[in-house]
């Protein structure tokens, strides 16, 4: 595939439009990584007053690894997932203790912190450091398949390993930061889901989708994923005001967030009796909510009902609080 010419118009439109985010005034690549994973959660309208916020209380690499999980959970309200939230606070740590506060400038070694997969290593990497790399996020993948009419199945590593390898391509040169950031600009504002605003875009003489009127189509839906049906059992143990709460290890998901004690299992059909429902990613979750139990651990503590949100900002806990409360 010849990309130069491809390139080119990318970079000059990108260099004509693109809007002043506070994380593209700096190759801070701490600023730059916090950016990334809070993009991963929303738009960047949404984005900006979270990151600046954020920032402004953890503005090094450092004050990040040296705060507490609790604050860095109230800073990260508002934008869900919290694994991520754990995963900056891990990242940092080990940043701070182990590379004495440095990141690393390539990719290759970017993706071994905890919470960098291939698209948050490559974008630090890129746009902090210049590494000539490209990103593969569900923006890029749009524009591609719909640019080249690539009619694949993108969910699979190795179809998604095609569209990786054109990425590189595209944006495999000195100015992979600016060619990386053009793509999500593109994505973002031009090539999007569904407002397609083609007569815009910088390749419109040469997509293959506009020329053939196939944009819908691509790229194709992603099939749906099976959702598992669980059971999830919680032994309250209260005393005055305070809840005593312990890291999850009960289930696959909502790992080492600080819950009751329970226990839980996989079923085949939803359970007839149950507290209330809960939704997280392709599980469907079943609660109920024991109170009365005197049961601890080795790895639990004594929580002020009034700061369980501190350490445990999800849903899930302020159902179960309601449903004690109930009860
Ligand atoms: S011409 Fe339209 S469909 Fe093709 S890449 Fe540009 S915005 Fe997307």
């Known amino acids: 595939m010849k990309l130069t010419t491809d390139r080119k118009q990318l970079h000059s439109w990108y260099l004509q439009n693109k ?10 690549p701490y600023l730059i990584w916090i950016s990334e ?20 209380r953890f503005p090094t690499v450092q004050s990040l690894a040296e705060a507490r999980i609790e604050d ?15 995963n900056l606070h891990k990242a940092a740590q080990i940043i701070d203790n182990e590379h004495r506060g440095i990141f690393s400038p390539t990719y290759q070694e970017l993706i071994k912190l ?68 053009a793509m999500m600009e593109l994505g973002a ?31 194709g839906p992603k099939p749906k994923q099976n959702f598992e049906i669980w059971s999830w059992n919680f032994k309250i143990n209260t005393k005055k005001s305070q809840i005593y709460l312990t890291p999850n290890g009960a289930t696959p998901f909502l790992k080492e967030n600080w819950l009751p004690l329970s226990s839980a299992e996989k079923l085949t059909k939803k359970p007839k009796n149950y507290d209330f429902k809960h939704g997280v990613t ?33 849903s899930l806990i302020k159902k179960i609080i309601q449903t004690i409360e109930k009860k």
């Not at 994973?37 to 402004?56: D, G, H, N, R």
Request: aromatic share 12%; charged share 20%.
């Open 189 to 219: 504002t031009i090539c999007t889901p569904k407002k397609v605003m083609c007569l815009l875009c910088p390749w419109n003489k040469t997509c293959i989708s506009y020329a053939t009127d196939t944009i819908p189509q691509r790229p």
């Open 114 to 181: 905890p919470g960098f997969g291939p698209y948050t290593s490559r974008a630090v990497a890129s746009l902090a450091y210049d590494q000539p790399v490209g990103v593969l996020d569900g923006n890029v993948i749009r524009i591609l398949t719909r640019k080249y009419g690539l009619d694949l199945k993108w969910w699979e590593n190795k179809q998604k390993e095609k569209l990786q390898i054109i990425s590189d391509e595209l944006a495999g040169t000195k100015d992979s930061a600016d060619l990386n950031q």
């Open 72 to 86: 860095v959970y109230e800073y990260w309200a508002g934008l869900g997932y919290y694994s991520r939230a754990r």
């Open 19 to 28: 809007r002043a985010l506070p994380w593209r005034a700096t190759k801070n």
């Open 282 to 314: 392709k599980y469907d979750i079943y609660v109920t909510v024991e109170t009365g139990s005197k049961s601890s651990d080795q790895k639990g503590k004594w929580v002020d009902l009034h700061q369980v949100s501190q350490i445990n900002p999800t």
């Open 37 to 56: 994973v809070m993009l991963q959660q929303t738009t960047v309208t949404a984005v900006i007053p979270f990151y600046e916020k954020f920032i402004s």
